[in-house]
Structures are given as structure tokens and as C-alpha cells.
């Protein structure tokens, strides 16, 4: 299968060049720049802040450049989403609701549950409010550039063209003349290792580092220690079993929609249909789920016979869910309106909540509220031993806790280490009154109910390392940089030389390979554009090129394979690629438009 849209497109911007994807950067150079402000930038009236970077940053490293990143594309956001805001563009509840009950996390054995939706919000101690807000606003950006990532046209013309160069082959050699070869013909001497070094002083320093003894104090780990017993648990549970899910209902329902804002004429005539459908149920129950399937006009359960699944208190408006409680299992409801409509419910079963199945829920819940209290008792004791004892962390053995060591840290910290890596910590561990005051710091909050008090154990300032210590260094280095000079002056040479017919034979190519766009293998892009430049009119054919690690490489085509035929699906799979590309590259200039038409405001870059 010719299937580079899925396992390589690599060998399509080797031919049209790199194609950014999408969200196509620009550099925060061209913005202006302000002072004297805490937010990091402003795109109109929104405001970007630290935190909001920080929130971003997930598994990325830890560093300017990652942060610079995450900005550049946060601000590329608040530009979509001011261009929607102006243009009065906004996501309905019914959209937002389909978009919510189509999530298969959300879903059980194909249907929306209300259970499910409210597990997710809790496991991330989030309410319902906030998460539709951010689905809200990611709907608004998906709308913004759905249009410059759809239909694009792509001419059968270009797209025969393409396929031709891609599957063209070409049967190659290779002839690599390595730096190490000329080695031997580099002269240096002291002059040149010298004005090598101080043309260089950067590369050669020694970054400033800081061993740690550092004590955490985490909440998680005090309610490991917590013991609850049995009947202490079941005493929780029976008096707020409601925490744990309290009693669930299985609801089936029918929606007729009203818009917001109806005239009082249209919200009667609904009524009046769901009224007719009552009517038709009340006569034959047993119809529920196929007139729930011909007019509910719920999208997330119409197809489903109107069944919502088990959902418990709080997962549904108020006045559905009053009338869901109140029912009886089999019983279908009066017509309940609600904000989204009119809805006709019939409740298909209950279930109440066991005990030993919530156990472990209960016991995680009283463990973190003791466990709550002795962290806020042993915060304070620690802020207290860290101050009035700050010249040793021996003091915190009394809070049980155990002092730790790093190694040599520099100031970006250890990439990847949740406390070693924090910036907070960091800032605290390098600060004048820890380093030079050799005083413990404050305890700094790591986040996640974790605190941290940091000494210095040993300092190694940023120093210029003398030209003796890097000596060896130096020598590598320029031999590779004289060396890879050489080469190239003995391959464009040799090239020479080859092109003319000279010495083709004598000389230690490689095994010949064949090689195409769309499988270029190990070859780098700008090689294979060289590859593919060679005329095959006469053949031999010779290319030449210095590559940055400093080799010469000299590629011999002998053979040129035509271009295969292509199936249909092959060349919609071609075309796609070739209209995702032109749809980068309209996205890329509509978001230049968007920098000119909102104002945006770089007040700061992201610290390292």
C-alpha cells in the first residue's frame, strides 16, 4: 500500500520544502514589548500569566525554550478565539451537549453515563461548569480552522506530478570522506588552540551547581500512615453515603427542544407535542424506547431508545432530577420542563450503594482528612524548626521526616523530577539567602499538598574553565572543523573529477541501493534532494555534498527506475496529503492576519 499519509510524509516536504503544521509559529520578536506588569502577554483584553503557561507544560522540558513555546501557542489561541469572539460565534447548549455525550470516556456500552461523566469531573476535582467552559472554548478554536483544514482543492494535474516524482527510484552509491581521514594533515599549533579557545570562552565554562539536603513534608504520605478502622468507615459511610454516589437511577427520556429566548406561542405548541406523546404512552408504556428513538430530539439518547444510564444526584438539572427521585421504578413522568425543553421520563431501575464495594473510598477519604489536619499542625511546626533552626535540617527528625541529598544540581534543575526539577524549589536553593547566607529556606510549596525546606550541602559558582583543563577538548574540535575543511576541498574535487569521467571505478563506493522520495531510508532530506537533482540523461550521475557533521558525502546514481502507476485509492490518499499541506499553509497566513487585526502584547518572557 502506498500509504504515506499515514506512515510518512516526511518525503513530501522533501520535494515542496518544510511545511509548518498547524498552529504555524512567529516569533514574539515582532510584537511589542512592555514592562512593569506581571502578565506574561495580552492578546486584546486577555491575559496570559505565568500560571497559565506552567499549566501547559504537562511532560515538556523544563526550559525557556519549552516555555517560550507553550506561550507562543497559548497566544496563537487567544488570537482564534478573539477573531470568534468579534465575529459573534458561540457554542449552543445543544452543540455542547452532543460534543459532551459523544465521548466514549463518558460513555457505558455505547451510551452517555451521567456515572462515568461524574467520575472523570472528580478524579480531577473538577465541577461540570469548568470542564463545558473549556470544551466550550476548544468547539471555538476546532471552528476557527475547521475551514482552512477541509476541502482544500488539489488539481488531478499537480497531484499526477507528485505521484510521478514519488515513486520515481533511483539506484545509488555512496562515497563518504570523513574529517578523521585528513586528521593527519592538520597542523596545529599553540596560536590556533588559543584564538580557538577565546573565540569560544562560552562553550568552555563551567555552569554553576548546588548540591541539596532538602526535607519534604506531602500530605499523601501522612495519610499512609493513617489508621481507620472498620467500624469507623462504616459509621462515615452510613452517614454520608450520598459522598460515594448515594443511590443512582437508570432514566430513560424524551426531549423536545425549545430555543433559548422562545416566544411564549412556541413554547406551547412543544408542550402541546409532548403533551400528544404522554398521552400515546400513558395508553401503551411499552412504546417508550421506539417513540424515544422517532422523536426525542436528545442526541445523545434518542438513538439509545432515550436511556441515560445510572446517574446519581447532581448529574442533571434540577428539575429533572427532582422528578427522577421521586418516581417509582416502571412509572413514566408528567411532561418536566427544563431549560433545554420538554422531557417525558420514565425510570428503569434503582440501584442503591454497597458498602464494601465503596470500602477503599472511604477509607482513602478519612485517611486524607486526618491526614489533612496533621499537615496543616506539621506546616506550621516546619515553617517554625525551619527558622528558628536554620542553620541544620536535623530538627525536622522530629516531624518523622527523613533529610534527602542531590547531586550536583545546575539552576535548570533535573529534568523530569517533580521536586528536583520545580521551579520554585529552585529559585529558593540558588537564592542569596540559602547560598550565601547558608540559611534553610522557607518551606516552598510544591504543589499537591507537598512542602519542601532546602540547605546547601555544596556550591561550585559558574566558573571560565583555563584553556590547560580543556585542552584535549580544544584539539578534537578543531582537528574535526580543520579535518571536515579538507574534505570538503578533496570532494568537491573528486566530484570534479567524476562528472568528467575520471576515476569512477577506482574509487570505494558503497553497495548500491535503490531509493525513492517516498522511502528515502537512513538518507537525510537535503541529500535526497541532491539524489533527485542528478539528470538521469547520463549516467552515471554524480552529486556532492558537505553535511554539518563535517563529512563530504558523493552519491553515484546508476540507474533511474521509472515512476509506477498508482491505484485510485493510492492517489486520494496523495491528494489528501497534498490538501493537508496547502491547508497549513492557508492556516499559516490567516494567523498572520490575525497578529495584524489583534493587538498582541509580549510583556515578558518566560523565565528558564
Given at each position: 500500500?502506498?500509504?504515506?499519509?499515514?506512515?510518512?510524509n516526511a518525503?513530501?516536504?522533501?520535494?515542496?520544502?518544510?511545511?509548518?503544521?498547524?498552529?504555524?509559529g512567529f516569533?514574539?520578536g515582532?510584537?511589542?514589548?512592555?514592562?512593569?506588569?506581571?502578565?506574561?502577554a495580552?492578546v486584546?483584553?486577555?491575559?496570559?500569566?505565568k500560571?497559565?503557561?506552567?499549566?501547559?507544560?504537562?511532560?515538556q522540558?523544563a526550559?525557556?525554550?519549552?516555555?517560550?513555546?507553550?506561550?507562543?501557542?497559548l497566544?496563537?489561541?487567544?488570537?482564534?478565539?478573539a477573531e470568534?469572539r468579534?465575529?459573534?460565534?458561540?457554542?449552543s447548549p445543544?452543540?455542547?451537549?452532543?460534543?459532551?455525550?459523544?465521548?466514549?470516556?463518558?460513555?457505558?456500552?455505547g451510551?452517555?453515563s451521567?456515572?462515568r461523566?461524574?467520575?472523570?469531573l472528580?478524579?480531577?476535582n473538577?465541577?461540570a461548569?469548568?470542564?463545558?467552559?473549556?470544551v466550550?472554548?476548544?468547539?471555538?478554536?476546532?471552528a476557527?480552522?475547521?475551514?482552512?483544514?477541509n476541502?482544500?482543492f488539489v488539481?488531478?494535474?499537480?497531484?499526477?506530478?507528485?505521484?510521478?516524482?514519488?515513486?520515481?527510484?533511483?539506484?545509488?552509491?555512496?562515497?563518504?570522506?570523513?574529517?578523521?581521514?585528513f586528521?593527519?594533515?592538520?597542523?596545529?599549533?599553540?596560536?590556533?588552540?588559543k584564538?580557538y579557545?577565546?573565540?569560544?570562552?562560552k562553550?568552555f565554562?563551567?555552569?554553576e551547581?548546588?548540591?541539596?539536603?532538602?526535607?519534604?513534608?506531602?500530605?499523601?504520605q501522612?495519610?499512609?500512615?493513617?489508621?481507620?478502622?472498620?467500624?469507623?468507615?462504616?459509621?462515615?459511610?452510613?452517614?454520608n453515603?450520598?459522598?460515594f454516589?448515594?443511590e443512582?437511577?437508570?432514566?430513560s427520556?424524551i426531549?423536545l427542544?425549545?430555543?433559548?429566548?422562545?416566544?411564549a406561542?412556541?413554547?406551547a405548541k412543544?408542550?402541546?407535542?409532548?403533551?400528544a406523546i404522554?398521552?400515546?404512552l400513558?395508553?401503551n408504556?411499552?412504546?417508550?424506547?421506539e417513540i424515544a428513538?422517532?422523536?426525542?430530539q436528545?442526541?445523545?439518547?434518542?438513538?439509545?431508545?432515550g436511556?441515560?444510564g445510572?446517574?446519581?444526584?447532581?448529574?442533571?438539572?434540577?428539575p429533572?432530577?427532582?422528578?427522577?427521585?421521586?418516581?417509582?421504578?416502571?412509572?413514566?413522568?408528567?411532561v418536566?420542563?427544563?431549560?433545554?425543553?420538554?422531557h417525558?421520563?420514565?425510570?428503569?431501575?434503582i440501584?442503591?450503594v454497597?458498602?464494601?464495594?465503596?470500602k477503599?473510598?472511604?477509607?482513602?477519604?478519612?485517611?486524607?482528612?486526618?491526614?489533612?489536619?496533621?499537615?496543616?499542625?506539621?506546616?506550621?511546626k516546619?515553617?517554625?524548626?525551619?527558622?528558628?533552626?536554620?542553620?541544620s535540617?536535623?530538627?525536622?527528625?522530629?516531624?518523622?521526616?527523613?533529610?534527602q541529598h542531590?547531586?550536583?544540581?545546575p539552576?535548570?534543575?533535573?529534568?523530569g523530577?517533580?521536586?528536583?526539577?520545580n521551579?520554585?524549589l529552585l529559585?529558593a536553593?540558588?537564592?542569596?539567602?540559602?547560598?550565601?547566607?547558608?540559611?534553610?529556606?522557607e518551606?516552598?510549596?510544591?504543589?499537591?499538598?507537598?512542602?519542601?525546606v532546602v540547605r546547601?550541602?555544596?556550591?561550585?559558582?559558574?566558573?571560565q574553565?583555563?584553556?590547560?583543563?580543556?585542552?584535549?577538548?580544544?584539539?578534537?574540535?578543531?582537528?574535526?572543523?580543520?579535518?571536515?575543511?579538507?574534505?570538503?576541498?578533496r570532494g568537491?574535487?573528486?566530484?570534479?573529477?567524476?562528472?568528467?569521467?575520471?576515476?569512477?571505478e577506482?574509487?570505494?563506493?558503497?553497495?548500491s541501493?535503490?531509493?525513492?522520495r517516498?522511502?528515502?531510508?537512513?538518507?537525510?532530506?537535503?541529500?535526497?534532494r541532491?539524489?533527485?537533482?542528478?539528470?538521469?540523461?547520463?549516467?552515471?550521475?554524480?552529486?556532492?555534498?558537505?553535511?554539518?557533521?563535517?563529512?563530504?558525502v558523493?552519491?553515484r546514481?546508476d540507474?533511474?527506475?521509472a515512476?509506477?502507476?498508482?491505484?485510485p485509492?493510492e492517489?486520494?490518499?496523495?491528494g489528501?496529503?497534498?490538501s493537508?499541506?496547502?491547508a497549513?499553509?492557508?492556516l499559516?497566513?490567516y494567523?498572520?492576519?490575525?497578529?495584524?487585526?489583534?493587538?498582541?502584547?509580549?510583556?515578558?518572557?518566560?523565565?528558564e
Open positions: 500500500m502506498f500509504d504515506f499519509v499515514h506512515n510518512n518525503a513530501i516536504k522533501i520535494i515542496l520544502g518544510a511545511v509548518a503544521l498547524t498552529f504555524v516569533g514574539v515582532s510584537y511589542t514589548a512592555a514592562v512593569d506588569d506581571p502578565y506574561l495580552k486584546g483584553d486577555a491575559k496570559i500569566y500560571r497559565d503557561v506552567e499549566r501547559q507544560m504537562q511532560d522540558p526550559n525557556a525554550a519549552s516555555r517560550q513555546a507553550v506561550l507562543e501557542n497566544i496563537r489561541q487567544e488570537m482564534l478565539l470568534a468579534s465575529s459573534h460565534l458561540a457554542v445543544a452543540q455542547l451537549r452532543a460534543v459532551i455525550a459523544g465521548v466514549p470516556g463518558f460513555q457505558d456500552n451510551k452517555f451521567p456515572a461523566y461524574q467520575e472523570f472528580a478524579a480531577r473538577m465541577n461548569a469548568t470542564f463545558e467552559a473549556q466550550s472554548r476548544d468547539l471555538l478554536l476546532q476557527q480552522v475547521a475551514p482552512f483544514l476541502g482544500q488539481s488531478r494535474t499537480l497531484q499526477t506530478r507528485m505521484a510521478a516524482m514519488m515513486t520515481e527510484s533511483r539506484d545509488v552509491r555512496q562515497l563518504v570522506l570523513q574529517p578523521e581521514q586528521a593527519g594533515s592538520v597542523k596545529l599549533d599553540d596560536a590556533m588552540l584564538a579557545y577565546e573565540a569560544n570562552l562553550r565554562k563551567a555552569e551547581t548546588v548540591k541539596l539536603d532538602y526535607v519534604l513534608l506531602s500530605q499523601a501522612l495519610a499512609q500512615g493513617v489508621q481507620v478502622s472498620d467500624a469507623d468507615a462504616k459509621a462515615y459511610f452510613d452517614k453515603s450520598a459522598e454516589g448515594g443512582q437511577r437508570d432514566v427520556h426531549l427542544t425549545v430555543s433559548k429566548g422562545a416566544a406561542a412556541e413554547k412543544v408542550k402541546a407535542e409532548a403533551e404522554l398521552k400515546q400513558r395508553a408504556p411499552a412504546q417508550f424506547a428513538k422517532a422523536k426525542s436528545d442526541p445523545g439518547s434518542a438513538a439509545n431508545g436511556d441515560l445510572m446517574f446519581g444526584h447532581g448529574a442533571m438539572t434540577k429533572f432530577e427532582d422528578v427522577a427521585f421521586r418516581m417509582q421504578k416502571g412509572q413514566i413522568s408528567e418536566v420542563e427544563t431549560e433545554y425543553g420538554y417525558i421520563l420514565k425510570l428503569n431501575d440501584k442503591g454497597d458498602f464494601e464495594a465503596q477503599p473510598a472511604v477509607i482513602a477519604k478519612l485517611q486524607q482528612q486526618k491526614a489533612a489536619a496533621q499537615f496543616r499542625s506539621s506546616a506550621e516546619l515553617a517554625e524548626i525551619a527558622y528558628q533552626q536554620g542553620d535540617l536535623k530538627g525536622m527528625e522530629a516531624l518523622g521526616l527523613t533529610v542531590s547531586d550536583a544540581l539552576r535548570s534543575g533535573k529534568a523530577d517533580a521536586v528536583l526539577g521551579r520554585k529559585d536553593a540558588f537564592s542569596d539567602d540559602v547560598l550565601k547566607g547558608k540559611h534553610n529556606s518551606p516552598v510549596d510544591l504543589g499537591n499538598n507537598t512542602l519542601a546547601m550541602a555544596e556550591h561550585q559558582p559558574a566558573r574553565k583555563p584553556l590547560a583543563e580543556v585542552l584535549e577538548q580544544v584539539k578534537a574540535e578543531l582537528l574535526a572543523r580543520e579535518g571536515g575543511k579538507l574534505a570538503a576541498q568537491q574535487a573528486l566530484l570534479a573529477e567524476l562528472k568528467a569521467g575520471k576515476g569512477v577506482a574509487q570505494a563506493w558503497s553497495a541501493q535503490p531509493l525513492s517516498r522511502t528515502p531510508g537512513q538518507v537525510p532530506p537535503g541529500d535526497v541532491a539524489i533527485f537533482a542528478v539528470s538521469g540523461k547520463q549516467l552515471p550521475g554524480f552529486a556532492g555534498l558537505k553535511r554539518d557533521s563535517g563529512e563530504f558523493i552519491y546514481v540507474k533511474v527506475q515512476a509506477q502507476a498508482l491505484s485509492e492517489v486520494n490518499q496523495l489528501g496529503l497534498l493537508e499541506l496547502s497549513n499553509n492557508m499559516a497566513a494567523l498572520e492576519q490575525l497578529r495584524q487585526k489583534h493587538k498582541v502584547l509580549i510583556n515578558q518572557t518566560p523565565a
